[in-house]
């Protein structure tokens, strides 16, 4: 059983920062993509980053592009979310996910973690 846990949520102003961090279980970790995604209340769960096994590819939504970084320390079985010049509109809870395809849906993703609440105020 794979377990990942969130961490690094909170209350931010709007432009300031936060880094999530996602720790997964076992050895299940170096030899999978890794995502994050978000829910809004009201909304679906959307992509928000993407990082491959290795780390040297990642992918953003348009929405968090430039502000936004995803990396991974696969010896740590870490993968991190870097989030600066926060917004109101970032605020959701984020989840991190695990894929064995390099994907944006949320379907290709099969373990996912309990979520960490970010909110940013205006």
Same mark, same amino acid.
Request: aromatic share 10%.
């Given at each position: 059983?794979?377990?990942?846990? *969130?961490?690094?949520? +909170?209350?931010?102003?709007? &432009?300031? #920062?936060?880094?999530?961090?996602?720790?997964?279980?076992?050895?299940?970790?170096?030899?999978?993509?890794?995502?994050?995604?978000?829910?809004?209340?009201?909304?679906?769960? *959307?992509?928000?980053? +993407?990082?491959?096994?290795? &780390?040297? #590819?990642t992918r953003y939504a348009d929405s968090v592009k430039g502000r936004f970084t995803i990396s991974r320390d696969n010896a740590k079985n870490t993968v991190y979310l870097q989030m600066n010049s926060l917004k109101p509109e970032d605020t959701a809870v984020y989840y991190c996910a695990r894929s064995a395809a390099w994907s944006i849906s949320p379907y290709d993703y099969d373990y996912w973690g309990q979520g960490t609440q970010v909110t940013v105020s205006s």
């Open positions: 059983q794979v377990q990942l846990v *969130e961490s690094g949520g +909170g209350l931010v102003q709007t &432009g300031g #920062s936060l880094r999530l961090s996602c720790t997964a279980s076992g050895r299940t970790f170096s030899g999978f993509a890794m995502g994050w995604f978000r829910m809004a209340p009201g909304k679906e769960r *959307e992509f928000v980053a +993407g990082i491959n096994w290795s &780390g040297t #590819s």
